[in-house]
C-alpha cells in the first residue's frame, strides 16, 4: 500500500478550479426519463434539484481510469495514495432553479483534507466547495465531501430490517443504475459490474449511487414543500444495493428530517432540509 503523506497533501489545500456546462434540454430530458417516478412535479422549464451532479463531470481518456473505473485524480487533487472514492455526504442549497438553456459556471474550492481511521482502516476525506451560478447570479451553493479508501472492505450496512418501511418506496434496478451512471459520466465499476463489486470491493451486489438517493430525497421533500429552494444537508450511512426495496421518508413541516431506509433502524442516508427564502 502506498505510504500517505497526509502533510504532502495539506498543499493542495486553497486550489481553486473554474468549470463552465450548459443545461440541455436532451440531458435533462434523460434525467426526467431515468427518474421520473420521483422528482418534483414542477414546470417543464425548471430543472429538477440534483440535475447539477450531472453536469461539470471530469471527462478523460479510458487511458486515465484506475482498476475501478474513477479518474485516478480529478482536476484540482493529485492522485490520491487510497485509491477508492466515495461520496461521503455535503450540504447544498438551491437557492434559485436552473432552467433549460442556462450557461452555468462552478467555482471550486479545496477547504479541507484529512486523514482519519475508520473501520475499513485509513480513510482521506477531502472537503469541496462549490458555488454555481447563471449569468453571476448564485444558484446553488454546496459543500462536499469525498472519502478515499482502500477497496476490499465496504462501509458497514444498518441493522437488519425486521418491519416494512413507513415513506415512499422505491426500487433501484441495474438498469436505472446504468442510466444514472450515464448521465453522470460515472465509470466506477461498482455501480455495474457485479464480479467487480463482489469480488475486488467485497459488495454483496451493484451499490445504489449517493447522489442517486440524495436527488431522490431532495425531490421528495421539494414535493412537499411544493417549490425546490431548498437547504439540504445530508451523509451515507450505509450502501444500498441494486432491486432493494427501500423507502424515502421524511418528518412533516416546513423543515425537518430525511432519510432513505430499507426498514426501521436500517438507514442507508439521512439529511437535514430546510427551506430557502426566494431570492
Known amino acids: 500500500m502506498t505510504a500517505i503523506d497526509i502533510d504532502t497533501l495539506q498543499d493542495w489545500v486553497g486550489t481553486e478550479e473554474t468549470l463552465t456546462d450548459c443545461v440541455r434540454e436532451p440531458a435533462v430530458r434523460q434525467f426526467r426519463h431515468t427518474l421520473e417516478d420521483y422528482l418534483v412535479d414542477a414546470d417543464q422549464e425548471i430543472v429538477p434539484p440534483g440535475f447539477h451532479w450531472t453536469l461539470f ?3 478523460v481518456p479510458s487511458a486515465h481510469l484506475g482498476e475501478d473505473g474513477h479518474t485516478r485524480s480529478l482536476g484540482l487533487l493529485p ?5 477508492s472514492r466515495m461520496w461521503a455526504g455535503g450540504d447544498v442549497m438551491f437557492r434559485s432553479p436552473l432552467g433549460i438553456g442556462d450557461e452555468v459556471v462552478r467555482h471550486t474550492k479545496v477547504d479541507r483534507i484529512e486523514e482519519k481511521a ?3 482502516g485509513t480513510l ?11 449569468r453571476g447570479r448564485a444558484h446553488i451553493s454546496e459543500t462536499q465531501t469525498l472519502v478515499y479508501r482502500n477497496p476490499g472492505m465496504p462501509a458497514g450496512r444498518g441493522l437488519p430490517g425486521r418491519e416494512q418501511g413507513t415513506g415512499r418506496p422505491f426500487r433501484a434496478d441495474s438498469v436505472m443504475l446504468f442510466r444514472y451512471s450515464a448521465l453522470t459520466f460515472n465509470s466506477h465499476r461498482i455501480h455495474y459490474d457485479r464480479s467487480y463489486a463482489q469480488d475486488v470491493e467485497n459488495y454483496p451486489d451493484l451499490v445504489v449511487h449517493g447522489p442517486l438517493q440524495a436527488t431522490l430525497l431532495i425531490n421528495d421533500v421539494a414535493a412537499s414543500l411544493g417549490h425546490s429552494r431548498i437547504g439540504f444537508s445530508y451523509r451515507g450511512l450505509a450502501p444500498l444495493y441494486v432491486d432493494e426495496t427501500a423507502y424515502l421518508c421524511r418528518t412533516g413541516g416546513g423543515a425537518g428530517e430525511a432519510w432513505v431506509e ?3 433502524g436500517d438507514t442507508t442516508m ?7 427564502s426566494k431570492s
Open 270 to 276: 439521512k439529511g437535514k432540509f430546510v427551506p430557502v
Open 118 to 120: 475508520g473501520g475499513s
Open 57 to 59: 463531470q471530469p471527462m
Open 124 to 134: 482521506i476525506f477531502v472537503t469541496l466547495s462549490h458555488e454555481i451560478e447563471v
Open 262 to 264: 430499507r426498514a426501521p
Open 79 to 83: 492522485e490520491m495514495p487510497l485509491p
